[in-house]
């Protein structure tokens, strides 16, 4: 009985509820907003192009790379519709290797905590400067309510190799591991930290290995089946790779763990999420499918928006806890080709009611229900385990049955 009506919600809940409509929540021509007043640097505004977001606690925390000059700040958090520097100005001055140099990605985890993948190399994309490789990468742990810093681990030489193209952010939180993957032509690969350990790992795997110019890897971790689906902007393919390989001791290379899921239905997929059912949410130039991780074994994924004009380039999707979808949107390729940069409007943000959220914001709100979510971060391993693995095992249930289901 709980089996047939854990299968009539899911049927109910899919694909119906992700119907509302696309409305843009904000729209910046410029992200000039508030970072005039807070930022140190000089400042260009059409080289200010929002990138990833994360949604906690009804704020938006956006990265802003420094692919070129004039970025006064790379992590943001907004004020209402104004960006603000987060956690400050101060922490965001390019050549101080203390501060954030250029966020390429950022997570949010079910303690709150935002971690953020500062890749230290600064204006790649600059024609008028040459890229600066003086700060080394490394990975920051954030309070995201106080800005304060939890962790900053700087990333020793061993896990990046000189031309290491870091992109790509995820969080296993059942074990509060991050994982990062190096696209870069000298040791492609994954780079794991674990917040309890403390220690990086590199791991091979020579496909991540992409051609001359620009692509970022696109990866999220699955605490369904603790996998961890990757692929990267540029390539044709989706794979995947399990966790568990990241813990294993003698294992350097993950080539043989990686399973080819198939091809990817359009050339370029700009951004990836995955909600607390399973289902893998891949946005490419002008429409979003959805793809069932638990359900067909290759990539065979439904279309949610087709033809929608105003999905340019999606640079990053992201759950709020209120079952909305946000995405964030911009004139990217544009902004690529080199030139002046954008100058009409440039970034927009647009949500639509899915009735779903990610596995990191239920967990919160479970922990939040239970009393158990907001104790210090110190071991916050130990309180990850129960209620993170409670919850994903009633969604693989749930999911188990809808995939027997409908098969
Ligand atoms: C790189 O940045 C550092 C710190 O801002 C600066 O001292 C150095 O001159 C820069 N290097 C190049 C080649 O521009
Ligand atoms: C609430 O927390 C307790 C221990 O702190 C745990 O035993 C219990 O399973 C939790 N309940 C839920 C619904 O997560
Ligand atoms: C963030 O800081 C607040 C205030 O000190 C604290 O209550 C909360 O537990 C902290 N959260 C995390 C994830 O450290």
């Known amino acids: 009985m709980i089996a047939r009506l854990l299968t009539v919600s899911a049927a109910l809940c899919w694909p119906g509820a992700c119907s509302g409509d696309l409305n843009v929540a904000y729209q910046w021509d410029r992200l000039d907003l508030a970072l005039r007043d807070d930022g140190p640097a000089a400042y260009v505004p059409e080289n200010n192009v929002a990138h990833r977001l994360r949604v906690w606690d009804g704020a938006l925390y ?93 990333m020793p030489p061993a896990v990046y190799a000189g031309r290491a193209v870091l992109s790509g952010l995820s969080v296993d939180l059942t074990t509060l591991t991050a994982v990062v993957a190096d696209i870069g032509p000298d040791d492609p690969g994954f780079i794991v930290y674990n917040l309890a350990v403390g220690v990086y790992r590199k791991f091979r795997y020579s496909k991540l290995h992409t051609a001359a110019g620009y692509d970022e890897a696109l990866l999220t971790v699955s605490p369904v089946d603790r996998m961890v689906y990757f692929t990267t902007v540029r390539s044709d393919r989706m794979y995947a790779v399990p966790v568990s390989v990241f813990a294993a001791p003698l294992v350097n290379d993950v080539g043989r763990h990686v399973n080819d899921q198939g091809r990817k239905t359009d050339a370029a997929s700009t951004a990836m999420a995955m909600d607390t059912t399973g289902r893998l949410y891949v946005a490419y130039a002008r429409k979003v499918v959805a793809w069932n991780t638990l359900g067909a074994a ?24 209120r079952g909305y979808l946000w995405m964030i949107t911009s004139p990217f390729a544009q902004f690529l080709a080199g030139g002046p940069g954008p100058r009409r409007p440039g970034v927009k943000l647009f949500k639509r009611y899915c009735g779903t959220t990610s596995f990191a914001l239920q967990a919160a709100a479970a922990g939040r229900a239970n ?37």
């Open 62 to 154: 956006v990265a802003v790379p420094r692919f070129r000059r004039g970025v006064p700040a790379t992590l943001c958090r907004s004020d209402g519709d104004r960006l603000h520097a987060f956690p400050s100005a101060g922490l965001q001055t390019p050549g101080n290797c203390v501060a954030l140099q250029n966020v390429k990605d950022i997570e949010i985890d079910h303690l709150g905590q935002l971690w953020v993948l500062d890749t230290g190399v600064v204006y790649e994309l600059d024609a008028a400067a040459a890229a600066n490789r003086t700060c080394d990468p490394k990975l920051v742990v954030l309070n995201a309510t106080t800005g304060a810093i939890v962790r900053s681990a700087v």
């Open 298 to 321: 290759a990539f065979d994924a439904a279309e949610l928006f087709v033809q929608e004009v105003r999905l340019e380039w999606v640079s990053s999707m992201a759950f709020d806890a």
């Open 371 to 407: 009393g158990t979510a907001t104790a210090g971060t110190r071991n916050a391993a130990a309180i990850a385990g129960p209620s993170v693995s409670a919850m994903v095992a009633l969604a693989a249930a749930s999911l188990a049955v809808w995939s027997r289901d409908t098969a």
